[in-house]
């Protein structure tokens, strides 16, 4: 990946010492340099807060240290980050958007979680803002929402290629049991499950949302061993109480974090699976280098939320210099649509038409990992982007 340095050693002091809300502020004004305004919905408070909202915003804030100063159309430009609080909620959303319009005039959004983006999108599709949101159900992008894009890693896209992998490598599996949280993005991780299981003959016997905030699970381990599931795909807690249960088959997630794993366990987690791009196993060593000047910043775990972050950034700027303008919406979107661009995980582009009639999802490599000990991952099997969007049309067709 082409990486976007700052222009002096100075600039990059300025920008490493910003504290506050908008990563930039402080600084003083580069002469000839224009700021283009990123607002930022993101959940800052409570459990999503700490899983995915704070480690996100020092991605986020981190990409665009890293990116600096770049070029669109022969002029020079440099991101101002503004983030908002939107709870992970409908609600928080739209006030976030509201507010990063009315206050900030931003000049491109992005919102974390399927309920806050969903419920903003016809407000930026009104104001004429691109929208990129993640954590989204592909039924919530559409051809009458144009403007709206996910360019971070889906569950849609990247848990097909895990059940096509485990259709050939573990034909023993015939029964699976899902367990999600209660919310918009909980249902579209087992959407995805629930499409990809039934397209290889494998039967969903258990379907379980877990409401936030929700600490007594042992009710949800029950119901779902109750059911003799083959493989279980869900959060590490319930598998520790099936485990305790008697549980034998395989456990599986889309969404790992090592905290889970301390949690109940290394032992616990032995062989469990997960997909979804992560950053480990050496598959992209700059994205590794990147995740370990992260964690020696902050202090905390470079997780997939801030892993996807970053290249969201990486991403949305490439194609703004591909298109050579920064104001030209439909232009950006013509772009966005048919172009391919940098990230940290190689050449990304949008697609995914089979989902939802316009694509507009970015289209990552799908890798399969296994836990082997204690923060050691084995690589068991990488789809191409190529492979992966083959997989999608046969899935969702």
């Known amino acids: 990946m082409k990486r976007w340095l700052s222009v002096t050693a100075i600039v990059v002091l300025c920008l490493a010492l910003v504290v506050g809300i908008a990563c930039g502020g402080g600084k003083k004004e580069e002469v000839g340099v224009k700021e283009l305004k990123m607002g930022i919905g ?188 083959d493989l279980y795909v869900g959060p590490v807690t319930v598998y520790q109480l099936m485990r305790e249960m008697g549980y034998k088959g395989l456990g599986a997630y889309y969404y790992w974090l090592e905290t889970y794993a301390e949690q109940v366990g290394w032992d616990t987690v032995q062989g469990y699976l997960f997909c979804m791009p992560h950053p480990f196993g050496g598959l992209w060593p700059e994205a590794e280098a990147l995740g370990a000047e992260f964690e020696e910043r902050h202090g905390v775990e470079f997780m997939p939320a801030p892993f996807w972050a970053l290249n969201v950034m990486y991403v949305i700027t490439d194609a703004l210099r591909q298109a050579g303008i920064v104001d030209d919406i439909d232009k950006i979107v013509e772009t966005l649509e048919t172009g391919t661009f940098d990230s940290l995980v190689g050449p990304l582009r949008y697609g995914g038409e089979a989902l939802n009639g316009i694509g507009h999802m970015g289209i990552w490599p799908s890798p399969i990992y296994e836990v082997i000990g204690k923060e050691e991952y084995r690589v068991l099997a990488v789809y191409t982007p190529e492979e992966t969007e083959a997989i999608l049309d046969e899935v969702y067709k």
């Open 42 to 229: 993101i959940p800052l408070s409570g459990i999503f807060g700490a899983a995915v909202g704070v480690p996100a915003k020092y991605a986020f804030q981190l990409a665009a240290e890293d990116i600096g100063v770049f070029t669109v159309g022969g002029e020079q430009y440099r991101w101002k980050l503004i983030f908002e609080e939107n709870y992970f909620t409908s609600a928080g959303g739209v006030a976030s958007a509201t507010k990063l319009i009315a206050d900030y005039n931003v000049h491109f959004m992005h919102q974390v979680g399927a309920d806050a983006g969903s419920a903003v999108e016809p407000i930026t599709s009104k104001k004429g803002i691109i929208l990129d949101m993640s954590g989204g159900n592909p039924k919530q992008l559409g051809p009458d929402k144009p403007l709206l894009f996910q360019t971070a890693a889906t569950w849609a896209i990247n848990i097909p290629p895990f059940f096509d992998w485990l259709s050939k490598e573990h034909p023993e599996v015939k029964r699976v049991a899902l367990v999600s949280t209660d919310d918009a993005t909980g249902r579209a991780e087992n959407d995805a499950c629930i499409a990809a299981a039934e397209h290889y003959g494998l039967e969903i016997v258990a379907e379980e949302y877990i409401p936030p905030g929700m600490v007594e699970l042992m009710p949800v381990a029950t119901k779902v061993m109750a059911r003799d599931p």
